[in-house]
């Protein structure tokens, strides 16, 4: 059996920067209202931002299906025998089935593990399976032993731009207004739990609050020198910095970092979201 690893720009890397660690990738669509561009490679995250901090709707789609095939051609004709899919999760996008439907057509074998989530999560786990791949263990361990990472695995949004999830259709106007009126600050939240959707955690008064109810869930998650923490900025890094330093005082043991948030998603949270994943890590937790 030889078997190929893919993944997708949910990982916050590129095709060549993936391809240089032996994993194959279809890069996800970012689409404006004339163009469809290609995330990481026709446009950079910050390009991204820059768009909807204009105002600018952008909508998301799964790689094209012409790249999905060709990519899936190649792997055939290396070789390979079986592909282990680790996409965005199959609660956002399609890319799984589509990889899926692709292997399929080119008589390969494929695997798959659903992160119910993407970024961080997803490129721990894709290139954790090859790690552990080439270092003998079967397809069925490495299935289980992602799988418990999943399980671990939370990621936590706070949007400050309701209005931009009103213009995406995700919010409506009433419940802008009413939130805005209220002073509610909602807390999506995103998991095995949501099967990889995105649902309301939680809706308090205000920010320090929806930040403490994050930290006191981590707390109940019993966060250690075991879990990578990740807190993510769309543009606005100031309340994110606020949140990592209540998450490094809280959980000082913990790997804790703090990076910008994938395109594909801050382009639907809007500028100044702040989002929060963590989970726990194979190697000195689950042996």
Not at 84 to 97: A, D, M, Q
Not at 103 to 122: G, K, P, R, S
């Amino acid at each position: 059996m030889k078997v190929a690893f893919i993944c997708d720009s949910g990982t916050r890397r590129n095709v060549a920067q993936l391809r240089e660690m032996g994993i194959f990738s279809c890069p996800l669509q970012i689409s404006d209202e004339t163009h469809n561009y290609l995330e990481l490679e026709d446009m950079s995250i910050s390009e991204v931002y820059d768009k909807v901090d204009n105002k600018e709707m952008l909508k998301t789609s799964l790689p094209p299906l012409g790249m999905i095939q060709e990519t899936i051609e190649e792997i055939k004709s290396q070789g390979y025998d079986t592909v282990f899919c680790v996409p965005i999760c199959s609660g956002l996008s399609g890319t799984s089935n589509a990889m899926r439907l692709a292997c399929e057509q080119a008589e390969l074998n494929f695997e798959f593990v659903d992160t119910h989530v993407t970024a961080e999560v997803e490129f721990y786990c894709i290139t954790q399976a090859k790690k552990m791949y080439e270092a003998g263990k079967s397809l069925e361990e490495i299935k289980d032993k992602l799988n418990k990472v999943v399980q671990s695995a939370h990621t936590f949004l706070i949007p400050m731009d309701l209005n931009h999830l009103v213009r995406g259709g995700r919010l409506t106007p009433l419940a802008a207004t009413l939130a805005g009126f209220l002073k509610i600050c909602p807390i999506l939240r995103i998991d095995a739990t949501t099967q990889g959707r995105i649902d309301v955690f939680d809706k308090v008064r205000t920010l320090p609050k929806a930040m403490e109810r994050v930290l006191d869930f981590m707390k109940n998650e019993q966060v250690n020198d075991k879990y990578d923490v990740f807190v993510a900025y769309v543009k606005d890094k100031m309340n994110c910095e606020k949140m990592l330093g209540k998450i490094k005082t809280a959980f000082p043991d913990a790997n804790s970092s703090l990076i910008p948030l994938i395109s594909t998603v801050g382009c639907h949270t809007g500028i100044g979201c702040i989002a929060i994943q963590f989970y726990q890590r194979i190697d000195d937790s689950n042996e």
